[in-house]
């Protein structure tokens, strides 16, 4: 393709500005080309909650926001899921503890379901007890959240640690703990249609 085609190419793409949902203030994700508009939705945009907060310590938690809607040159987006950095999970594990990890299915109030994976270290080992105890902790508390919040505070709990912090103030009764956090999560299915998962979704399984 000469040069000449390649400068066309790209003169013909329009730019647009990615935008976080209002329950993350409408932050701006990024800009974004298209030669059709239409080519632009269902797209999954990737930031970190740094990018979101501006707080350093925030980049360890990555997340996926897919563009739903077209307002101008504005492209709205809802929330997909997150996951903590691999550098991050690996940097919480140490020898002669114990990692508690539970993954579990769940429905907001207004309909939305997520997978939700969430972890827990301990200061050393403990009992295979303990760790079923631990689990049902986080079971009942991502249960009882998700059925009273509605998707946006549900995923505002969720990234911004309150239901970890809920978690780890339960569980620490049992044995003491380093560290709990909802290392990801994906939404599976919106209020629209229920009845299917979402397609763009399996590539953050």
Partial sequence: MSSKKVRDKWRSKAWYTAVAPPYFGNVELGT????????????????????????FSHQYLKLYFQITRLEGKTARTMFKGHEYSRDYLRSLVRRRTTKVDGIFNVSTKDGYRFRVAVCAFTLSRIKTSQEHAIRKIMAKMVDDKSANLTMDQFV???????????????????????????RKSKLLTQVAQLQAPLQSTEQQS
């Fill in 156 to 182: 505002q709990e969720m990234v911004l640690g309150k239901i970890a912090s809920d978690i780890y103030n339960e569980a620490r009764k049992i044995v003491p703990l380093r560290h709990v956090g909802v």
């Fill in 32 to 55: 974004i080309p298209a030669d059709e508009p239409e080519k632009l939705i269902g797209r999954v945009m990737e930031a970190t909650l740094y990018d979101i907060t501006g707080d």
